[in-house]
Structure formats: structure tokens, C-alpha cells
């Protein structure tokens, strides 16, 4: 059931690749110690680990047209009501939702996807055109 849902997903992404531009919002909840899978022995923070990515995403984003639009961390709720704040927001903007895809596909990107994984919690990954 999954994967008929993430084939389903993929299937219109690429359909519809040309719309845009997109920009994509990242709210982001960090590990409070980061875990790798490979099981590799670390000290860092999720939040550290999450910054080893952030700091070669930039590169990536830009390679394929793409701009960081905004990063900050979220220092309280003005309204509404949630149990817990996401730790960080950030948000990039793509020139077409192809660019963004062809970056997750792109060799480089996939090695520094790991930091990401391992210093996040959570996530939420919100596409606006």
C-alpha cells in the first residue's frame, strides 16, 4: 500500500515536472543526538548533523537553478495551537518541480542526504506555486 502511494506520488511529480517555480517549505524537528543508519559513532547534535547538510545543500540547489529564499529557527507561537514547535524553518525556492527532483537524484546530493537523516526527528516538506 506504501508503495503504490510513493509509485502514485512519483508518477504525477513527473507528469506535472514543468510547474513553477515552486518553492518548497521545510519545517524541521532535529534529534536531540543524531543517528546515523550506518551505525557510525558520533557526538553530534541532530541539529549539528542537520547543519552538515545545510551548509552543502546550498551548492546543490543552486546547481539546478534554485535559490535559499529563508532559514531560521522558530522562537514561539504567535497563534494557533500545537502540541510541540518544530525546532527550524526553511524555505527554497525551484525554478519547476524537475529541478528539485533532478537534484534529489543527483549522486553528490544523495551522499549528504545521510547528515539530514540522521539530525531530523521530523519533517514536513510543504510544495507552494
Do not use: C
Not at 558520533?42 to 539546478?64: C, H, Q, R
Not at 514547535?85 to 553528490?108: C, E, F, H, S
Request: aromatic fraction near 12%.
Amino acid at each position: 500500500m506504501v508503495f503504490w502511494k510513493i509509485l502514485k506520488l512519483d508518477l504525477y511529480q513527473w507528469e506535472n515536472s514543468e510547474i513553477g517555480p515552486i518553492s518548497m517549505v521545510n519545517l524541521l524537528k532535529y534529534k536531540d543526538k543524531a543517528k546515523y543508519e550506518d551505525g557510525r559513532d558520533t557526538n553530534l547534535t541532530g541539529e549539528e548533523a542537520y547543519g552538515l547538510y545545510a551548509a552543502e545543500v546550498i551548492n546543490y540547489v543552486e546547481k539546478y537553478g534554485g535559490e535559499f529564499i529563508f532559514a531560521g529557527k522558530v522562537s514561539r507561537l504567535m497563534l494557533g495551537e500545537v502540541e510541540d514547535l518544530w525546532d527550524a524553518v526553511a524555505i527554497a525556492k525551484y525554478p519547476n518541480r524537475k529541478a528539485m527532483l533532478d537534484m534529489t537524484m543527483d549522486p553528490g546530493y544523495q551522499k549528504i542526504h545521510v547528515h539530514r537523516d540522521a539530525g531530523l526527528e521530523g519533517q514536513l516538506n510543504i510544495e507552494t506555486i
